[in-house]
């Protein structure tokens, strides 16, 4: 596994090494060793998500205030647009964000630590996104930021209006929302 600090450098882009002939192809998709020895991520991960959504469907920006959850995630079909905002106030990063396209294609990952919000939106017809977590979920303790903050300005490559459930369409901005000491 390649391991590449983005511009916070807690978060971190993981591009695995890829064996492929004219069968298909084989990876190592989570190794806790290696990830320990390279990246110095300790944690233990307990639950493992997966979602399925159409084109233009955009979810978060997520976190939870207590309980919160470190996410390895990852796409297995299609493209999405992935973003992390940090939001924990101790740090020089605070209210600043990186996105990555994850695609099938390209097999990255990308690791969001704790303190961080997450969202992401599909880009192909239909993506379809593996995350595993490093606490459980606890809606009690979910919190939702708007994706369109103009304070966070996050560069979402929209083609058209995208798709934001109910639950998103109520957050708050970053200025008015719990974030981590």
Not at 88 to 96: A, L, M, T, W
Not at 130 to 151: Q, V
């Amino acid at each position: 596994m390649n391991i590449i600090p983005t511009e916070i450098p807690d978060v971190l882009l993981i591009e695995p090494r890829v064996f492929g002939d004219e069968r298909g192809f084989f990876y190592e998709s989570y190794n806790e060793r290696v990830l320990l020895e390279k990246a110095e991520i300790t944690q233990h991960f307990v639950q493992d998500n997966h979602s399925l959504s159409a084109k233009n469907v955009l979810r978060g920006l997520h976190y939870q205030i207590k309980q919160p959850q470190g996410k390895l995630v990852r796409v297995v079909v299609g493209e999405v647009f992935d973003v992390a905002v940090d939001l924990r106030v101790s740090s020089k990063y605070f209210g600043q964000w990186v996105g990555y396209r994850l695609s099938a294609q390209n097999k990255q990952q990308l690791w969001i630590p704790p303190g961080f919000a997450h969202g992401f939106l599909v880009l192909s017809e239909y993506a379809e996104f593996l995350y595993k977590t490093t606490d459980y979920y606890a809606p009690e303790h979910e919190r939702t930021i708007f994706w369109d903050d103009p304070d966070l300005a996050i560069a979402w490559p929209l083609e058209a209006k995208p798709i934001v459930s109910a639950k998103d369409q109520v957050g708050k901005q970053l200025k008015d929302a719990e974030v981590f000491v």
